[in-house]
């Protein structure tokens, strides 16, 4: 006993401290108390094979696909345009978006749900993340309260007073105290909100270098660039390569890239690819081009094409990058023409920067010269490849960055019905599917449906930090109550104030376990306490509803701590929170809730 009370009283002033990584400290930690035998290895393990950390890491997943399909910004662009630029109107909108999610889904998937939502909306506006996402994490557990699938305390309870004798709870039983301690999140939340706002945050100024878009401003591609289709008829393209059209020479025009779109029972699958001289054009194809507008009307015109007016490229499969050319390089003093990087690495040069001159037109004919940055265009990979080439130019900017924002907005109504039927798996009875099982069904279909360009960027998504937190912290709870620190604190607080009456006794258990759970999990300490409430009350001789419902508040409301449940890890880092954000946030809220409930509690359900 001794050793895990020193360990837990350790950890807990490290993440204070907060000059070590929560993950370490949560390892070293569950090291400790392996070594010395307070825990077997199994036990030790027994967090990173637990569902609730494999159901987060799934999350992860669904909420990467949201984000990468632009799902996410959709959501955030809705609810940006419905608070008209007003932080607060932002504010209240997804505290109560997230809460009415909440009461459906585990309080962890409605986060990480919104958390991309919330980024995205941050990226777009002047709103800022960091004021958000904690209050969301804490709005996932209030809204929680609403229903009975909420959060798995109030199935303990429930199961608790069934299995004494006494009246199920009903689906919506806890909905009257979901709309209270909503309210009272809501009325503490909104000013107390302000303390989390980062001083570095910045909500326009990027500093990751320029942007796909900007760059496309910059070169002013719009100007040149035209999208046209292929139709029907006996003097189309269609059925021609390339090679034959011979663009350069007769019409003064490039083609950057061909596309194929197909529409599907949701969305549409887009296919983008290079043009090469053995390229063949079929019926349907949409074609970019560039180079002169009088040249493009006239090919335009002697095969029929289609105009889309298009408003610039998308960078799917295909993107662009700078390169500046080295004095060293093999390319100084040779025409573009004659370069060979569209031989050798698969890319055009779309636009050259010398100084404060851009260059677009007649590219072929001009000679290179040290110091030039040139725009190219390739597929991602052969751009990523040309970082390999350190003697004949330098890639600008982050291309692996700018890659893994690229949205594959086509696939939005594919994430949308995924994120659906997980929610539906989830929610009804009648399919017979663990909730684990739901999430990591969906994270499946995400990859495989296309929501990600690669399983790398879906293994991106994930943030080990958090898993590995949650998952090194749960054995803590198998500490405590294995040596019997938990049953004697809880016992001994509840028998002390069960004398001062039922008001007295409510409050205590509450903030027990409110206590309590600031250390083990919600579940755990629900399990724990419902039987000893239930005991308590009978012995006062008053119903033990009131009693149990402050059990199930006290291990949800529980937002003092980042690892006391997963929502609040979950946005830790994304937030840049520190242990104290927490305390200075989430303790007046779980203290305002327990004294507000402790005289609620009676009216709703009487003693």
Same mark, same amino acid.
């Given at each position: 006993?001794?050793?895990?009370?020193?360990?837990?009283?350790?950890?807990?002033?490290?993440?204070?401290?907060?000059?070590?990584?929560?993950?370490?400290?949560?390892?070293?930690?569950?090291?400790?108390?392996?070594?010395?035998?307070?825990?077997?290895?199994?036990?030790?393990?027994?967090?990173?094979?637990?569902?609730?950390?494999?159901?987060?890491?799934?999350?992860?997943?669904?909420?990467?696909?949201?984000?990468?399909?632009?799902?996410?910004?959709?959501?955030?662009?809705?609810?940006?345009?419905?608070?008209?630029?007003?932080?607060?109107?932002?504010?209240?909108?997804?505290?109560?978006?997230?809460?009415?999610?909440?009461?459906?889904?585990?309080?962890?998937?409605?986060?990480?749900?919104? *958390?991309?939502?919330?980024?995205?909306?941050?990226?777009?506006?002047?709103?800022?993340?960091?004021?958000?996402?904690?209050?969301?994490?804490?709005?996932?557990?209030?809204?929680?309260?609403?229903?009975?699938?909420?959060?798995?305390?109030?199935?303990?309870?429930?199961?608790?007073?069934?299995?004494?004798?006494?009246?199920?709870?009903?689906?919506?039983?806890?909905?009257?105290?979901?709309?209270?301690?909503?309210?009272?999140?809501?009325?503490?939340?909104?000013?107390?909100?302000? *303390?989390?706002?980062?001083?570095?945050?910045?909500?326009?100024?990027?500093?990751?270098?320029?942007?796909?878009?900007?760059?496309?401003?910059?070169?002013?591609?719009?100007?040149?660039?035209?999208?046209?289709?292929?139709?029907?008829?006996?003097?189309?393209?269609?059925?021609?390569?390339?090679?034959?059209?011979?663009?350069?020479?007769?019409?003064?025009?490039?083609?950057?890239?061909?596309?194929?779109?197909?529409?599907?029972?949701?969305?549409?699958?887009?296919?983008?690819?290079?043009?090469?001289?053995?390229?063949?054009?079929?019926?349907?194809?949409?074609?970019?081009?560039?180079?002169?507008?009088?040249?493009?009307?006239?090919?335009?015109?002697?095969?029929?094409?289609?105009?889309?007016?298009?408003?610039?490229?998308?960078?799917?499969?295909?993107?662009?990058?700078?390169?500046?050319?080295?004095?060293?390089?093999?390319?100084?003093?040779?025409?573009?023409?004659?370069?060979?990087?569209?031989?050798?690495?698969?890319?055009?040069?779309?636009?050259?920067?010398?100084?404060?001159?851009?260059?677009?037109?007649?590219?072929?004919?001009?000679?290179?010269?040290?110091?030039?940055?040139?725009?190219?265009?390739?597929?991602?990979?052969?751009?990523?490849?040309?970082?390999?080439?350190?003697?004949?130019?330098?890639?600008?900017?982050?291309?692996?960055?700018?890659?893994?924002?690229?949205?594959?907005?086509?696939?939005?109504?594919?994430?949308?019905?995924?994120?659906?039927?997980?929610?539906?798996?989830?929610?009804?009875?009648?399919?017979?599917?663990?909730?684990?099982?739901?999430?990591?069904?969906?994270?499946?279909?995400?990859?495989?449906?296309?929501?990600?360009?690669?399983?790398?960027?879906?293994?991106?998504?994930?943030?080990?930090?958090?898993?590995?937190?949650?998952?090194?912290?749960?054995?803590?709870?198998?500490?405590?109550?294995?040596?019997?620190?938990?049953?004697?604190?809880?016992?001994?607080?509840?028998?002390?104030?069960?004398?001062?009456?039922?008001?007295?006794?409510?409050?205590?258990?509450?903030?027990?376990?409110?206590?309590?759970?600031?250390?083990?999990?919600?579940?755990?300490?629900?399990?724990?306490?419902?039987?000893?409430?239930?005991?308590?009350?009978?012995?006062?001789?008053?119903?033990?509803?009131?009693?149990?419902?402050?059990?199930?508040?006290?291990?949800?409301?529980?937002?003092?701590?980042?690892?006391?449940?997963?929502?609040?890890?979950?946005?830790?880092?994304?937030?840049?929170?520190?242990?104290?954000?927490?305390?200075?946030?989430?303790?007046?809220?779980?203290?305002?809730?327990?004294?507000?409930?402790?005289?609620?509690?009676?009216?709703?359900?009487?003693?």
């Amino acid at each position: 006993m001794t050793i895990t009370i020193i360990v837990l009283i350790v950890t807990i002033a490290m993440f204070i401290w907060g000059r070590v990584r929560g993950d370490i400290v949560a390892v070293a930690a569950l090291m400790v108390l392996t070594a010395t035998g307070v825990l077997t290895t199994e036990e030790a393990l027994s967090g990173f094979s637990s569902s609730i950390v494999i159901m987060m890491v799934g999350l992860f997943v669904v909420g990467g696909a949201i984000l990468q399909t632009g799902l996410a910004q959709s959501a955030g662009n809705k609810i940006a345009r419905l608070a008209k630029g007003n932080e607060t109107y932002a504010f209240i909108l997804v505290m109560l978006a997230t809460s009415f999610i909440g009461a459906f889904v585990s309080n962890t998937g409605t986060v990480a749900i919104m *958390m991309p939502i919330i980024m995205s909306m941050a990226a777009g506006s002047g709103i800022r993340s960091s004021r958000l996402l904690m209050p969301v994490a804490f709005a996932g557990s209030l809204g929680g309260m609403l229903t009975l699938i909420g959060t798995p305390p109030n199935l303990v309870i429930s199961e608790t007073l069934e299995k004494n004798g006494f009246a199920r709870l009903e689906f919506f039983s806890f909905f009257p105290v979901g709309l209270i301690v909503i309210a009272i999140g809501l009325a503490v939340l909104l000013p107390m909100s302000i *303390m989390l706002v980062k001083k570095k945050e910045k909500s326009h100024q990027q500093t990751q270098g320029k942007s796909l878009k900007d760059l496309a401003e910059e070169y002013q591609l719009g100007d040149n660039l035209y999208k046209y289709s292929v139709g029907t008829g006996v003097n189309g393209l269609a059925g021609m390569t390339v090679k034959q059209l011979d663009l350069q020479n007769q019409y003064g025009l490039t083609i950057l890239e061909i596309r194929n779109e197909k529409r599907k029972a949701f969305g549409k699958q887009v296919n983008q690819s290079m043009a090469w001289a053995d390229s063949v054009i079929r019926q349907g194809d949409i074609i970019y081009f560039y180079g002169s507008e009088e040249g493009m009307q006239r090919l335009a015109t002697d095969y029929h094409l289609v105009n889309l007016h298009g408003s610039g490229l998308d960078f799917y499969d295909i993107g662009i990058s700078e390169i500046v050319v080295l004095p060293t390089s093999r390319l100084v003093g040779t025409r573009i023409m004659d370069s060979r990087l569209r031989e050798d690495y698969s890319i055009n040069i779309l636009g050259i920067r010398r100084d404060e001159e851009y260059i677009t037109d007649e590219l072929s004919q001009h000679r290179l010269q040290n110091g030039d940055v040139l725009l190219v265009q390739g597929d991602w990979e052969k751009i990523f490849q040309l970082n390999n080439e350190n003697e004949n130019w330098v890639v600008l900017g982050h291309p692996d960055k700018n890659a893994e924002k690229v949205l594959l907005d086509y696939k939005a109504p594919v994430a949308a019905v995924i994120m659906l039927l997980m929610i539906v798996m989830m929610v009804f009875d009648f399919i017979p599917l663990a909730p684990v099982t739901a999430v990591l069904i969906a994270a499946l279909l995400a990859f495989f449906a296309g929501c990600f360009r690669s399983i790398d960027a879906a293994y991106k998504t994930i943030n080990w930090e958090s898993i590995v937190l949650i998952a090194s912290m749960m054995p803590m709870s198998t500490a405590l109550e294995k040596t019997g620190v938990s049953q004697i604190v809880s016992e001994t607080l509840v028998n002390s104030l069960g004398s001062l009456g039922p008001y007295a006794l409510l409050g205590g258990i509450y903030f027990t376990t409110s206590l309590m759970t600031m250390f083990i999990s919600n579940t755990a300490t629900a399990v724990l306490m419902a039987p000893i409430a239930l005991v308590a009350s009978q012995q006062l001789g008053v119903s033990p509803y009131p009693f149990l419902f402050a059990v199930t508040l006290g291990a949800s409301m529980c937002f003092a701590s980042p690892f006391s449940t997963p929502p609040n890890a979950l946005v830790m880092k994304a937030g840049r929170y520190t242990f104290m954000d927490y305390i200075r946030v989430g303790l007046p809220l779980q203290i305002i809730i327990g004294i507000v409930m402790t005289f609620v509690l009676p009216l709703l359900f009487a003693f």
